[in-house]
T-cell receptor, first 113, second 113 residues
Framework: SAVISQKPSRDICQRGTSLTIQCQVD?????MFWYRQQPGQSLTLIAT?????????ESGFVIDKFPISRPNLTFSTLTVSNMSPEDSSIYLC??????????FGPGTRLTVL | QKEVEQNSGPLSVPEGAIASLNCTYS??????FFWYRQYSGKSPELIMS????GDKEDGRFTAQLNKASQYVSLLIRDSQPSDSATYLC?????????????FGKGTHLIIQP
């Protein structure tokens, strides 16, 4: 497995502001993923982040709302832009250490007022 | 759009008994299947992966796959109160490999002492 950290672990933000979430892994990985888990719900994939290329977004998620950076093989950021209360969720990054083995970071709990 | 279906529960099982968790999936072409455990307030933890028809055992956990019926299950033997959690079934969104996952809604398991 790998050690995956996320910052911040939680935050309370005002409507209309933006928050950048960081994900750091202790080994080099090709594929990193960002998920959202809304209250009481399961996980939904936001996008796949590969180093050196644009992130690939899933249906219902757009780059203007959730810009992603992937500057190297151990780090990625997800920004939640122009936030509304509907963005209140847990945001999780995950990494694929080998084909078909995906591990999750501890998550960032976001509350938007 | 791949779909993964799970009974949300709660599923209540007495301590020491076998807990049986079930999952069906929509895409007959799916090749790999994953079970994650998620404790309240924590991120998902990978328990089992299975790729071939039949059973795969790891300690007290057994994953069962039936591709003809598009059905995958997780058995937990000698259930312990510490097994109380939400269990998420997941399949890769596209062809497998290092791919984002689509999750079921999860089954909430309660082990009664």
């Amino acid at each position: 497995s790998a050690v995956i950290s996320q910052k911040p672990s939680r935050d309370i933000c005002q409507r209309g502001t933006s928050l950048t979430i960081q994900c750091q892994v202790d080994s080099q990985v090709t594929m990193m993923f960002w998920y959202r888990q809304q209250p009481g719900q399961s996980l939904t994939l936001i996008a796949t982040a590969n180093q050196g290329s644009e992130a690939t977004y899933e249906s219902g998620f757009v780059i203007d709302k959730f810009p992603i950076s992937r500057p190297n093989l151990t780090f990625s950021t997800l920004t939640v832009s122009n936030m509304s209360p509907e963005d209140s969720s847990i945001y999780l990054c995950s990494v694929a250490l080998a084909p078909d083995t995906q591990y999750f970071g501890p998550g960032t709990r976001l509350t938007v007022l | 759009q791949k779909e993964v279906e799970q009974n949300s529960g709660p599923l209540s099982v007495p301590e020491g008994a076998i807990a049986s968790l079930n999952c069906t999936y929509s895409d007959r072409g799916s090749q790999s299947f994953f079970w994650y455990r998620q404790y309240s307030g924590k991120s998902p933890e990978l328990i089992m992966s299975i790729y071939s028809n039949g059973d795969k055992e790891d300690g007290r956990f057994t994953a069962q796959l039936n591709k003809a019926s598009q059905y995958v299950s997780l058995l937990i033997r000698d259930s312990q109160p510490s097994d109380s959690a939400t269990y998420l079934c997941a399949v890769p969104l596209t062809g497998g490999g290092a791919d984002g996952l689509t999750f079921g809604k999860g089954t909430h398991l309660i082990i009664q002492p």
